[in-house]
């Protein structure tokens, strides 16, 4: 698997010190309103800065440090899914970030830091600007920052010096990866590495983002393994059922079937209970429960499609609600998904491959791969999603939440086609299509 190329905050052959004042420069400029001399802004920067100035961010203070309580944060420790490769993240980071000189902090998907570890010095800095355990260092509360930057764009992010919207922080550089769930894309948190101005490296947001592409690999191995346990334990099950059936997790993923094509995985009801239940990919369903997930036979005959699909773009990584008759079920659409979902929701007459392509990519080059990615997506919402033109159903309503500002829809997507709907949805036009509700 290919990665792209890393944005660094350091640009190669720059000395350090120099860029740094630059920045500060840049940064003084732009604050009091005034035109920013020389070079530009990095643009995942110059859009963080946009947003902070929108949410209000005083760049001379910064909002006060949020903090829970230790018996929250002990819950939410508990809750996180990170957990389970903390042990690895920790053998990967903490020495490294205490030879350097830096803090290594993992954050769940809100920005809110979990565990933090690393030089004793730098934990006492962090103490000073309120980078601690159980604060809350997404952008809204801490301004541009790599953590909160990067839950926001969702790829690595390094911020370096000045870059840091609030004066405070001029004196760290930092670099964070988010980690996502490798069953379905969902946001988890993220993994950060703090130090002071001086450190700043390229090779340490290298460093980040690979050990957070390993942690996502160990959730991946966690979860083949919990398939295969359960797959033994249904064996004997599925050996005396006749007509169609499949086994699977609590979350929706297959780990056998009998009678019947596979299918990756179904969208379980959120509230899930033994009974009768329409679902996406195969429609009505009985639902009986098993130890560590569920057995699921299809009724033949008997797909009448819900009513509602509910794209929620206002927190910090997308959501897809489906809603009906027998109940509703949620779904966390990878980034691409998101993108074509948006696509196809303010263009409900519907897209072909290659206007698709040109939204996603700027060309119609790539209509194989739009053609894969939306068969996958279809895998998860049959019955929502028709083709020739690609489309949503006609008599399914389809609701849009927005985030509330607009403009920062997907704020990750440099699709083409998303780029010109934030654009739109900036100024009092926004085109709303029949069968389209938006709410924030």
């Not at 979990?114 to 010095?121: E, I, K, N, Q, T």
């Not at 206002?314 to 696509?343: D, F, I, K, M, N």
């Not at 263009?347 to 068969?375: C, I, K, M, P, Y």
């Amino acid at each position: 698997m290919s990665f792209p190329p890393l944005d660094t905050a350091l640009p190669a052959g720059v000395d350090a010190r120099e860029h740094a004042l630059m920045l500060r420069r840049m940064h003084d400029a732009s604050v009091s309103g005034r035109p920013v001399p020389g070079a530009r802004l990095r643009p995942v920067i110059e859009d963080s800065w946009n947003r902070m100035r929108r949410f209000g961010i005083d760049p001379d203070a910064g909002p006060p440090t949020r903090v829970i309580s230790p018996d929250e944060l002990h819950r939410r420790r508990q809750e996180s899914p990170i957990a389970e490769v903390l042990p690895l993240i920790r053998r990967s980071l903490v020495s490294v970030a205490d030879e350097a000189d830096h803090i290594m902090l993992v954050t769940d998907a809100s920005g809110q830091v979990l565990w933090r570890d690393g030089s004793h010095r730098i934990r006492t800095i962090g103490d000073r600007v309120g980078l601690v355990e159980g604060a809350y260092w997404n952008e809204g509360s801490t301004g541009t920052n790599a953590i909160g930057t990067a839950l926001v764009v969702g790829r690595p992010v390094q911020v370096y010096s000045a870059e840091h919207f609030v004066r405070s922080l001029h004196s760290l550089t930092c670099a964070c990866a988010p980690v996502h769930d490798p069953r379905d894309g969902r946001l988890l948190g993220a993994v950060d590495v703090t130090g002071p101005v001086a450190t700043v490296h390229p090779s340490t947001l290298a460093l980040v983002s690979a050990v957070a592409q390993l942690a996502e690999a160990h959730l991946q191995s966690i979860h083949h393994t919990h398939l295969e346990r359960l797959r033994a334990v249904s064996a004997p099950l599925l050996a005396g059922v006749r007509e169609r059936a499949l086994v699977v997790d609590e979350t929706g993923w297959t780990a056998a079937v009998a009678n019947m094509e596979p299918v990756r995985r179904v969208l379980l009801p959120k509230h899930r209970e033994s009974g009768t239940a329409w679902l996406p990919a195969l429609g009505e369903c009985s639902l009986e429960p098993l130890p560590g997930g569920w057995l699921v036979r299809p009724r033949s005959g008997e797909d009448a499609a819900p009513s509602t699909v509910t794209l929620d773009l206002s927190g910090p990584a997308p959501a897809v609600t489906v809603e009906g008759s027998s109940g509703s079920w949620a779904h966390r659409p990878t980034p691409r998904h998101a993108e074509l979902l948006l696509l196809l929701a303010v263009n409900r007459s519907g897209r072909t491959a290659a206007q698709l392509s040109h939204d996603v990519f700027g060309a119609v080059g790539h209509v194989v791969t739009v053609r894969a990615e939306l068969s996958r997506l279809r895998r998860h919402l049959g019955g929502l999603v028709e083709s020739r033109p690609y489309r949503f159903s006609e008599d399914v309503v389809v609701r849009i939440v927005l985030p509330e500002f607009p403009p920062d829809v997907l704020p990750g997507s440099d699709a083409p086609g998303v780029r010109e709907l934030r654009s739109r949805m900036g100024s009092s036009d926004r085109l709303i299509p029949l069968g389209v509700e938006f709410a924030t």
